[in-house]
């Protein structure tokens, strides 16, 4: 087994995990970055919209930010272990000992500080996800799969949720031609504007209070049931939101759960800091309103700053 030893742990390769391991790097430390997945640059490399809100990068897409952080990043020597399996985070008398396998090898890291900056993922039942891995031309999961350009005039849409994501994205459909059934669990919860605009385009239909269930794929067209009703599309897309990636790291480390809130977000407070000591988080997986791009950059450096004080006694 190999075994290291370092100051900061940082669990995540989003933006916020990203930038917080620039500012280490800049400030003389030496941080390692675990990633679960195979890349880098969590939810960005699924936004392919052209954007105009990140200061400096008018028209750029989500993927193109993306691609500019990892030049950066690269350009500093940084120590990122992709496809990591964190099996055991354990309680140190100053630290943590973090245990997890990449490409079947095991790995010990002994750290003075954890940074947990996890992020979000869709929000998705469980009978969805599979389907969508059995039938990927069929089941769309959340924002991120759903490319504009590949949908065709005539197509039909089944749009799982009710927020501003479905509404938008069943808007910029219907102006594409396509036919779009929304079906929201309960009343619809996406600004006025999104609905009224829905509710004008005669491509679109509002289900509310829908129940539905008992997919099935056949001749590439999704069958299911809407409260007791026969209903069919050619593409469904699930739109219910996103969650806190915690609940794995909460198996691993129970002793997380007393900085988690009750919707699964970390707590944390100014500095970032969670309410067990040594632990930050960062970006979309802390409690904080309006989750967005610029405000993960800005938490990561914010923790890496605070971190650097406390090493030196000196955060108060
Ligand atoms: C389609 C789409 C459109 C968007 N549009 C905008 C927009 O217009 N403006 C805007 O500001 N923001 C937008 N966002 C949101 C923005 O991308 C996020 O706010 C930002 O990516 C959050 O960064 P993060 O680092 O906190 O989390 P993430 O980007 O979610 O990164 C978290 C990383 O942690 C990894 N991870 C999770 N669990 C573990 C674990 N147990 N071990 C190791 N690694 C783990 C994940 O694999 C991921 O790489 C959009 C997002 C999407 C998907």
Redesign the pocket.
Known sequence: MRKLKISVLI????????SCALWLVNQGYKPVV????S??????R????E?D??LGFPGYT?QAIGAKFLEHIQSKNLDIITS?L?TSITQREHGFLVSFTESGRQIQIESDYLVI?????PRTPVELIKLSTQYPQNFLV???ELYLDDFKVGQRVALLGGGDNAFENAFHLALRGVFVDIYCRAEARARDEWQARCKENPNISIHLHANIGQFSVSEKEVNFVENGELRLADVVVVMYGYEP?TD??RKISPWLDTAINEKGFIKVNVYQQAPIERVYA????TDRPL??????IGQ?SLAAKAIVLDAEGMLQ
């Open positions: 669990i995540g390769a989003g933006p916020a995990g990203l675990l990633e679960r997945a890349h880098l640059c969590g939810m960005l699924f936004n392919h919209h954007n809100w990140l989500g990591a964190l900056a996890s992020g979000m993922r959340g924002a991120g990636n794995a790291l960062i970006g979309d997986v989750p967005c791009l610029p405000s993960a990561g």
